[in-house]
């Protein structure tokens, strides 16, 4: 399982449909302060189901939409899609028989947000649990911010033991966990 693409139309300063192509081995993505770098970072966590504004560096959901610029105005809505490769299968159980499996999240202003995978609507948790059970997603200790780091060597016991449960890939296990007391 493997991110081959992503692709973000109206997200924060990518205003345009913008393409990042994923290949084998590392990707950089170098350019000036404030040309984006970190805004894609967002965009993949955030078509993986993040829901807190803080990880987007916005005050609520929707700052996410390109606000507008001198030349440009605002935009109704924000799409991020990412293209996953699964020759491999390793995908979880319900995703496993697909070659190629791409999510779609918009937001659109006053209305909220909508997910799709593989052209279906699912809901934000369909989309979660898929990226918890393959042990990686918004939350994966794999996708480190700036100043992640000193937060996880300063983090009190019970939110490190969080961030390597995330990393052992059994955080799923307790969501579902957690639903099924709410039952
Ligand atoms: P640095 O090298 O300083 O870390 P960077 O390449 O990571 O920079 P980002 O932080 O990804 O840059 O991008 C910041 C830019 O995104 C700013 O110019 C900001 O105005 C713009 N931006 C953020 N949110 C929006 C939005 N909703 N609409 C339009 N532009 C936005
Ligand atoms: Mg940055």
Same mark, same amino acid.
């Given at each position: 399982m493997r991110f081959s693409k992503? #692709?973000?139309?109206? !997200?924060? =300063?990518?205003? &345009?449909p913008t393409d990042l192509v994923i290949s084998d081995g590392l990707t950089g993505v170098v350019g000036p302060n404030g040309c984006g770098k970190s805004n894609l970072l967002e965009a993949l966590r955030w078509v993986m189901g993040e829901n807190r504004p803080t990880a987007m560096r916005g005050g609520g959901m929707e700052? /996410?939409?390109f606000?507008?610029?001198?030349? #440009? =105005?605002? #935009?109704n809505f924000a799409e991020v899609s990412i293209q996953i490769e699964n020759s &491999?299968?390793?995908?979880?159980?319900? !995703?496993? &028989?697909?070659?190629?499996?791409?999510? /779609? #999240?918009r937001i659109t202003r006053d209305v909220g947000s909508a997910y799709k995978v593989n052209g279906k609507d699912v809901r934000a948790r369909d989309v979660q649990m898929l990226f918890a059970d393959a042990s990686t997603g918004a939350h994966s200790p794999a996708l480190v911010r700036q100043g992640q780091i000193s937060e996880?060597?300063?983090?009190k016991p019970k939110n490190r033991r969080r961030i390597l449960e995330e990393a052992a890939g059994i955080s799923g296990l307790y969501q579902r966990r957690h639903e099924a007391e709410l039952k």
């Open positions: 992503l #692709r973000l139309t109206g !997200f924060k =300063s990518f205003v &345009d700052d /996410v939409i606000a507008g610029a001198a030349t #440009r =105005s605002a #935009r &491999d299968r390793l995908a979880p159980a319900g !995703f496993n &028989d697909q070659d190629q499996i791409d999510i /779609v #999240r996880l060597i300063n983090a």
